[in-house]
């Protein structure tokens, strides 16, 4: 097993249980406790989890904000099945804005699709700003100015939960700002959300589902 494929398992584990010991993850890991505790001390660096003797807990419960290179491994055919969906919405000759979300990314390869996007002509741009290196996004006011640049056709948005209310939530507040700065400067708005994010309601509000043009899941 991959070291990436370690770090999801043991995130997933203590996600349900908040707590675990060594000797506990290294059995259902099938590595040995030193390497478990390599693990463990590698998740405390990138803030994760807090180490304990003999063991770890989960940091921020919920409101953790999970690295990209995590959350791209999680529920990989549903955001494979959202992005398929969504594809459906690229037409020709669009200005398209894309978020820092994993779920987002997959649309990535349907673009190839189009012209445009093979072309020499085609353009693609990076906002710039404060990057947050556990989610790779870019951030602040340097990018939310670099967003008001432009008038986008559509934008493809996810975050982390959605209420049954259908309050659209995230864990981070500067991610949650910059999305709502593209919806702003945007005309048609596509949410991509994998059903595991239904019911789940986090620190910070984006916007409502009565405000979207399409709300699109796996189910």
């Not at 921020?60 to 992005?83: F, H, M, V």
């Not at 670099?146 to 864990?171: H, K, L, P, W």
């Amino acid at each position: 097993m991959l070291e990436v494929e370690r770090f999801e398992k043991i995130m997933e584990y203590l996600r349900e249980k908040k707590t675990a010991p060594v000797n506990v993850l290294a059995k259902r890991l099938f590595v040995s406790e030193a390497t478990m505790r390599r693990d463990l001390s590698e998740l405390e660096r990138k803030g994760l989890v807090k180490r304990l003797h003999g063991g770890a807990i989960l940091l921020d419960g919920a409101n953790q904000e999970l690295p990209l290179y995590l959350r791209e491994r999680q529920n990989t055919d549903a955001k494979r099945i959202i992005s398929e969906k969504a594809s459906h919405h690229i037409v020709e000759g669009q200005t398209i804005f894309l978020d820092a979300s994993s779920t987002a990314q997959y649309l990535i390869k349907y673009f190839e699709n189009y012209q445009k996007l093979n072309s020499l002509s085609h353009r693609i741009y990076c906002t710039g700003g404060l990057l947050l290196h556990n989610s790779s996004a870019y951030v602040g006011d340097f990018a939310a100015d670099f967003v008001r640049n432009f008038n986008a056709d559509i934008m493809f948005f996810s975050s982390r939960g959605v209420s049954e209310s259908g309050q659209i939530t995230d864990a981070s507040r500067e991610e949650t700002y910059i999305r709502q700065v593209m919806l702003q400067q945007s005309r048609k708005h596509i949410f991509l959300c994998d059903h595991n994010k239904i019911g789940q309601v986090y620190c910070y509000n984006l916007c409502n589902v009565s405000q979207l043009d399409d709300y699109i899941t796996d189910l």
